[in-house]
């Protein structure tokens, strides 16, 4: 994955989340979760890292904004 910016995390309330997961159906349950509560910007794919376990998925979180209808 490429490296978090300091735009990520610019200000208080943003928030960058990686999820570690068996699989996708799981990674994206969890981002269905955080979107549920919270404004994110999804991850539409997940990545594997060679010789680990798993996926992982990166969503980017504005705890100010409300989440899409």
């Not at 979760?33 to 992982?56: K, M, N, Q, S």
Request: hydrophobic share 45%; glycine share 4%.
């Amino acid at each position: 994955m490429k490296p978090i910016n300091d735009a990520h995390v610019a200000r208080p309330g943003l928030a960058v989340v990686e999820i570690a997961a068996a699989d996708d159906a799981t990674a994206f349950a969890v981002q269905r979760l955080l979107a549920a509560h919270c404004a994110i910007a999804p991850a539409d794919r997940t990545t594997r890292e060679p010789g680990e376990p798993g996926v992982r998925l990166r969503c980017f979180v504005d705890l100010h904004q409300e989440p899409d209808a």
